[in-house]
């Protein structure tokens, strides 16, 4: 046996013909998937919190640096499930997106705005950190489900403009994001007692009234509007484009919340798309089909 440290170039192939055997042609090209588990980003407030990074890899390419979808997972701002959606993301991945699922300070120990700033400071991380992990620091996304569909509205509208430094972990690194990507966000705190629902969104004990501090946001309205998406877009505030993905039977977070802001940044003069999947409830599989996939990439590919 002969050994020496071979480059995949000089290394022989096995090119014998054996009886019965099928070969398959390959190109080099095909796309894989590491997971990278509990990479921690940040220390905020004393507490550890981590990223599950998915990275796409190809024979052909081993250095190339890939666009960048930083995803914060929903939990109605409880600890979150961290591991649960990276086997959807792994779709995202294996079409050429590192893709990295963003642990926050959840609602029973940090309140509002906590969530930003963290997602803010995972953002940071993941430019800084651009070659270890195969980012293209130039082409990063956020994106969310549910009350992390809130997160990442609200830390991708603020990018570098300052609004939630209290906590920054890098503070010479930008938190500016190409493009916002919103699955069926929680975005308004406002007025969704008046949307059909199976959840209570306003009493102190809601998910929404415990992320502002264990209140009643009827009785808080100024604290409801402080963390509603739209108190935020105006036609002066510069915003990266806006994907939103929303079910139309969704019975957890009214889908007029996702119209609503959608006619808002078509309103104020921002790029922003709507897609109402029908008949979709809440954070179905619907979500997540080839075909919407290769849409969320696409509209990733378009911005970068």
Request: overall charge negative.
């Amino acid at each position: 046996m002969e050994i020496k440290a071979w480059s995949y170039e000089e290394f022989p192939d096995f090119t014998e013909e054996v009886l019965g055997a099928e070969r398959m042609a390959t190109t080099g090209e095909e796309m894989g998937v590491h997971l990278r588990r509990d990479v921690e980003y940040a220390r905020a407030g004393g507490v550890s919190l981590v990223l599950q990074i998915l990275e796409p890899f190809q024979r052909n390419a081993p250095d190339r640096r890939y666009p960048c979808m930083v995803f914060v997972q929903g939990s109605a701002w409880k600890e979150q499930d961290v591991y649960r959606p990276c086997a959807m993301m792994a779709r995202m991945a294996s079409l050429g997106f590192v893709t990295a699922v963003v642990q926050y300070r959840h609602s029973g120990i940090a309140p509002f705005p906590a969530q930003i700033q963290d997602a803010l400071n995972a953002v940071r991380f993941l430019r800084c950190q651009g070659e270890r992990y195969h980012v293209n620091p130039e082409q990063m996304f956020l994106a969310g489900c549910s009350s992390g569909g809130h997160t990442a509205m609200f830390a991708g509208m603020t990018g570098d403009a300052g609004e939630w430094e209290k906590e920054n972990c890098y503070p010479q690194v930008s938190a500016r994001v190409s493009g916002i990507i919103n699955y069926y966000g929680s975005v308004d705190l406002t007025d969704p007692e008046g949307y059909p629902s199976t959840v209570n969104h306003q009493l102190a004990d809601s998910p929404e009234g415990l992320l502002m501090g264990g209140v009643n946001l009827r009785e808080h309205p100024g604290l409801a509007r402080k963390a509603t998406v739209t108190s935020w877009i105006t036609p002066e505030r510069k915003l990266p484009p806006v994907l939103i993905i929303h079910g139309t039977k969704d019975r957890t977070v009214s889908v007029r919340q996702s119209v609503k802001l959608y006619r808002a940044l078509q309103d104020c003069g921002k790029e922003a798309s709507l897609i109402l999947l029908e008949g979709a409830d809440h954070g179905g599989a619907e979500c997540w089909t080839e075909e919407l996939c290769g849409r969320v990439a696409d509209f990733m590919r378009k911005h970068l």
